[in-house]
């Protein structure tokens, strides 16, 4: 009769990094750039921990609060620059493009400030840098606090585009690059811009040219140069 090999001891095993907070969302965020953010389930989490659904609840209620988590993480990431009255909308510029660039290397969680008003930390402290920043532009308080939902609303905007295009190949500008490029592959733009009627739609048969191109930096800091400045050279704003 042969003799079984002997059972390995628990002991010899490798140990399981202990469980936190921050080790569930970082395995939430290994999962989203892996699979995207649909994929981001409680037990597909767990499953990537080495553990089961059950022990991620001791840290997270439920999927979407892990999300929201996530969403602050990767906002986190973001430095914020100490306020130079002088170079406000330079800064404001370069904050929103550095915060669109890291949630687009995250397709999805962006969704998170859609339909939401987000209250947790990382969020909330950009938003009180926004805010700063526009004030120190001068633009009168009620119109900067709007500002914030507008701002909020194209950093939202922006990277629900890059989530459609699939989860993300490279960095952040890559991924809006990416994301322009499969979007105007998808509905052959070129193609369907230079067979317009002229007679029927003058203006963009016209613009044909213009309308597909550029790359996806460039159309970028336009709605941000566009954004910031319709918030200063307003009617209740201050200097731009």
Do not use: N
């Not at 633009?139 to 922006?158: K, P, S, T």
């Amino acid at each position: 009769m042969q003799t079984p090999p002997p059972r390995r001891s628990t002991r010899s095993r490798p140990a399981k990094s202990p469980l936190s907070e921050a080790a569930v969302v970082e395995a939430g965020l290994r999962v989203l750039r892996r699979e995207g953010v649909d994929a981001v389930t409680m037990r597909k989490v767990a499953a990537e921990l080495d553990t089961g659904p059950a022990s991620l609840y001791v840290y997270v209620s439920q999927r979407g609060e892990l999300l929201r988590l996530m969403h602050d993480s990767v906002i986190a990431t973001v430095p914020l620059p100490a306020i130079d009255p002088g170079r406000w909308r330079e800064q404001l510029t370069a904050l929103i493009t550095d915060v669109v660039r890291a949630l687009g290397a995250h397709p999805g969680i962006g969704r998170v400030s859609l339909g939401d008003i987000p209250t947790t930390p990382a969020w909330l402290g950009l938003f009180d840098r926004v805010l700063g920043l526009l004030l120190a532009g001068g633009i009168e308080r009620q119109r900067a606090a709007w500002g914030c939902d507008l701002i909020a609303l194209h950093i939202g905007a922006v990277t629900y585009e890059v989530d459609s295009a699939g989860p993300a190949a490279g960095d952040g500008e890559e991924a809006l690059q990416g994301a322009l490029d499969a979007r105007h592959a998808r509905v052959g733009i070129e193609e369907r811009l230079a067979g317009l009627d002229p007679a029927r739609y003058p203006h963009l048969a016209a613009a044909a040219a213009e309308l597909s191109a550029g790359p996806a930096s460039a159309r970028l800091a336009l709605g941000i140069d566009v954004l910031i400045g319709g918030l200063a050279g307003g009617p209740a704003g201050g200097p731009a």
